[in-house]
């Protein structure tokens, strides 16, 4: 009798475990999607844009359009191996018009907020990249070109809301009205203002 009172107790036990473990894994993906929602409100896609699309139509955005771009890792105790898995996570353009911005000032707020991205880990494994990543124009709403000439950096190893938060941080600290952000991982293209959309 009592191997039979058990064997229920077990087998509740149990069911109440994978009922806990779906209502956690339900939970998780109802957050992300939320996230990705509040993301798109906050950030939409510049292509969804009909004109807009016109205008991005023969532009890209690209680090191979620069074959003189610098490579720069972060702690640089990254090995020849390590460096070509990092994942390239985006684009960050500023307008034509800022072409004598202080590189070494960008690079400088790169490295500070890159290594704040390590969440006080010794290592980190992102990079990034400077140089002029547009090929043809591109006229936003807010009357900014962004061209060949525009200054341009390609960061690897972060998440969509890490870039963006480094785009808005970028605009607020270098005085931009705003910046042209392209999305690898998302396939999108945003305009990013300092805290809010463009």
């Known amino acids: 009798m009592t191997i039979l009172n058990k064997e229920p107790n077990a087998t509740s036990n149990l069911l109440n475990r994978i009922i806990s473990r779906l209502m956690i894994n339900i939970f ?20 969804n844009s009909s004109i807009n699309a ?5 532009v890209t955005m690209e680090s191979e359009n ?32 800022n072409i ?9 707020c790169l490295d500070h907020l890159l290594n704040a991205n390590n969440n ?6 992102c990079s990034y990249k ?16 962004f061209t060949e000439e525009s200054f341009s950096i390609e960061i690897s190893g972060i998440n969509s809301e890490r870039l963006l938060e480094i785009a808005e941080t970028l605009c607020l600290e270098f005085k931009q009205e ?6 690898y991982k998302r396939d999108k293209i945003y305009l990013v203002k300092q805290s809010k959309i463009a």
């Open 120 to 125: 006080g880990a010794k290592r980190s494994s």
């Open 100 to 108: 004598n911005l202080n590189k070494s000032s960008i690079k400088n």
């Open 28 to 47: 998780h993906k109802i957050k992300a999607i939320l996230k990705n929602l509040l993301l798109e409100e906050k950030y939409p896609d510049v292509r």
């Open 66 to 97: 620069d074959s003189n771009s610098k490579t720069y890792y972060i702690n640089n105790w990254i090995a020849e191996i390590e460096k070509n898995e990092i994942k390239k996570s985006g684009l960050i353009a500023f307008a034509s018009e």
């Open 54 to 58: 016109m205008r991005l139509n023969g």
């Open 178 to 183: 705003l910046v042209l952000v392209k999305d």
């Open 130 to 145: 400077l140089g002029k990543f547009i090929s043809g124009k591109y006229k936003s709403d807010y009357e900014k070109w």
